[in-house]
C-alpha cells in the first residue's frame, strides 16, 4: 500500500514538471526555423522539444526495422533460427536484466523484491541454471524454506549444479539440526568437489561432534592435500583425533590398536598433554616403564602438568613418599621455578611429612600466583606443623576465595571444561581446549566466608585445651574443604599424616 502510494506520488510529481517545462517553454520567445524544398517552417520552443523526441523515436523505430529486416532475408536464405532469435534477443535482455535486480535485491536484503525479480528472470530466460539458485535463496531470505528446498531438489537434478543444490540442502539439515542427513550430504557435497574448503570444514565438524575420529582423519587429510591447513596444524589436530581413537585405553576392553592408538597421538604431538598421559599409560600396561617417563619429561619441558604428575606416580604406585620425591627430580628440575612444579613438590613432601621443606617448595606462590590449591596446601603445612586453628582456618578461608588456577578452556567460546576433550561441550569446536587460566575473573560466593564456620565445625570446641600435639588429625570435615583437591595419588596419604 505505501509503495503503490508513492508511485502515485512520483507519478503526480513528472506530470507537474512536464507542465511548468510546458509552460514555461510557450512562454520563451525563439524557437527553429527549418526550410525544407522552398518552405521555411518555424518551431517554437515547445514545438521544438516534441519534434526533438518525435526525430529520436523515429531513428529508433528505424533500426528497429531495419533489424527485423536484416533478420527476414536470413531467414529466406535458409537460416530458420534467424527470425526466433531476434524475438528472443529482446526477451533475453529484459531477462537478464530482471536478473541482475534480483541479485542486487538479494544483497540488499530485499526478500520480496529478489523473489518477483526472480520468478520474472525465470520466466524470461528459461534457463533454470541461472535462475533456480536465486529462487531458492530469495524463499529462504522470506522464510519459504520449502520453496527453497524443492527449488535445491531441482538443482540437484541438473549435473552442472547440483554441488549447489546439495550444498543448499546440506545448509538447510544444519540450520534444522538434524546432523545425521547434514553429514551425508557433506559427503556427497565433498565427492563433487573434492578440495572445496568449506564443505571440509563443514564435514570435519560433523564427524568430531559425532565421534568419528576415523572419518575425521580422512577429512583431515583431504584438508592438508587441498592446501587447506598448514602442516603443523595438520599434525596436531591428527594427534588429536588419534587420541580420540585410543579414549578408554585404560578401560578393561581396550585393545592393543587403542594402545597403539594413543602412542601415536604422542608422536604426532608431543606436546599434547593428554596424548603424553595416554601414551605413558600405554607403555605402563606393557611394561615399559623407561619409555613412559621419556614420554612425560618430553611433554613436561613443554609444559608442567598436573596430569603428567598424575601418569608419573602411576610408573611406581607402591613406592614410598621419600623414593617418590627422589623419583619424580627427573621431572621437578626440569621447570623448578614453574608453579606446578612447585606445587607438585609440596604435595610430594606433605605425604612425606617434611613440611619444612613443603614450605620451601612453594616459595613466594602463596604471595605472587596463588589459587585455592596453594592456599589449601598452606592449610596442610600449617596443620602438619603444630599451628593453631584460627591459622589453619584462615589459610582455608582464603581457599574458598581464590581463583581455581589454570583449567581447561575453550579458545573460541571461553567455555570451561572439567577435562580435556577433542571437542567443546558448549560451542562443539574441534581441538580449542587449552590449559591456561580463566580470563574471566571468578566472583566467589557470598556466603563462602560466612559459611566457614558450619562447613569445618567450631574447632575450638572439638580440640581439648591441654593437647599441644602438632602431630593432632584433622577433622574430615577440613579435608572436605579443600577447594581444589591435592593429586589422587597422594590424597589419600594427606589425609591420613596431615
Known amino acids: 500500500m505505501l509503495w503503490s502510494l508513492i508511485k502515485i506520488l512520483v507519478f503526480v510529481a513528472i506530470v507537474g514538471l512536464l507542465a511548468i517545462g510546458a509552460g514555461f517553454l510557450m512562454e520563451t520567445s525563439g524557437g527553429i526555423q527549418i526550410t525544407a524544398g522552398g518552405t521555411e517552417y518555424t518551431l517554437g520552443p515547445l514545438q521544438s522539444v516534441i519534434a526533438l523526441g518525435v526525430l529520436v523515436f523515429a531513428i529508433w523505430v528505424f533500426f528497429k526495422l531495419l533489424t527485423l ?65 536465486l529462487v531458492a535463496q530469495a524463499a529462504e531470505m522470506n522464510g519459504d524454506t520449502k520453496k527453497a528446498s524443492d527449488t535445491y531438489k531441482k538443482l540437484v537434478t541438473n549435473n552442472a549444479t547440483r554441488f549447489v543444490g546439495v550444498r543448499g540442502i546440506l545448509k538447510q539439515k544444519l540450520a534444522e539440526g538434524d546432523d545425521d542427513t547434514a553429514r551425508k550430504l557433506a559427503e556427497k557435497a565433498l565427492a563433487i568437489k573434492p578440495r572445496h574448503a568449506e564443505t571440509q570444514d563443514i564435514l570435519l565438524g560433523l564427524q568430531t561432534k559425532s565421534q568419528d575420529w576415523t572419518g575425521a582423519r580422512s577429512t ?140 620451601r617448595a612453594l616459595g613466594d606462590v602463596v604471595e605472587k600466583q596463588a589459587d585455592a590449591r596453594a592456599y589449601t596446601l598452606m ?28 583449567q581447561w578452556v575453550c579458545d573460541n567460546c571461553h567455555d570451561i571444561q572439567p577435562e580435556w576433550a577433542p571437542v567443546c561441550q558448549n560451542c562443539h569446536s574441534f581441538d580449542t581446549l587449552s590449559w591456561q587460566t580463566p580470563q574471566t575473573p571468578e566472583i566467589a560466593s557470598a556466603t563462602g566466608v560466612h559459611m566457614l564456620p558450619l562447613i569445618v565445625g567450631a574447632l575450638e570446641d572439638k580440640v581439648e585445651p591441654e593437647i599441644e600435639e602438632p602431630e593432632e588429625e584433622v577433622s574430615p570435615d577440613v579435608i572436605e574443604m579443600e577447594a581444589e583437591p591435592v593429586r589422587p595419588d597422594v590424597e589419600p596419604a594427606i589425609e591420613e599424616k596431615v
Request: no cysteine.
Open 69 to 133: 529486416l536484416i533478420a527476414t532475408l536470413k531467414f529466406l536464405n535458409g537460416d530458420e533460427t534467424a527470425l526466433s532469435r531476434y524475438f528472443d534477443r529482446s526477451r533475453e535482455q529484459r531477462g537478464y536484466q530482471a536478473l541482475a535486480d534480483g541479485l542486487m535485491a538479494l544483497a540488499s536484503g530485499e526478500g520480496r523484491i529478489a523473489m518477483s525479480k526472480a520468478t520474472k528472470a525465470e520466466k524470461l530466460l528459461n534457463k533454470p541454471e541461472l535462475t533456480n539458485l
Open 220 to 359: 583431515l587429510t583431504a584438508k592438508l592435500k587441498a592446501g587447506h591447513l598448514p602442516r603443523d596444524v595438520f599434525k596436531r589436530r591428527d594427534a588429536v583425533l588419534a587420541l580420540s581413537e585410543a579414549k578408554g585405553i585404560l578401560d578393561e576392553g581396550a585393545t592393543v590398536e587403542q594402545q597403539e592408538h594413543a602412542i601415536e597421538a604422542n608422536r604426532l604431538s608431543p606436546d599434547l598433554v593428554p596424548a603424553a598421559a595416554m601414551a605413558a599409560r600405554a607403555y605402563i600396561e606393557k611394561g615399559k616403564p623407561r619409555a613412559a617417563t621419556k614420554i612425560l619429561k618430553k611433554a613436561w619441558e613443554v609444559q608442567p602438568h598436573p596430569d603428567l604428575a598424575h601418569a608419573f606416580a602411576e610408573i611406581a604406585p607402591d613406592e614410598t613418599p621419600d623414593a617418590r620425591i627422589k623419583r619424580f627430580t627427573a621431572l621437578t628440575r626440569i621447570h623448578p621455578e614453574n608453579p606446578e612444579t612447585r606445587l607438585i613438590l609440596a604435595e610430594l613432601n606433605i605425604v612425606a611429612e617434611d613440611f619444612p621443606e613443603a614450605r
Open 379 to 406: 592449610a596442610a603445612i600449617e596443620r602438619g606443623e603444630g599451628a593453631s586453628d584460627a591459622v589453619v582456618q584462615g589459610w582455608l578461608a582464603k581457599a574458598l576465595n581464590a581463583p581455581r588456577g589454570p
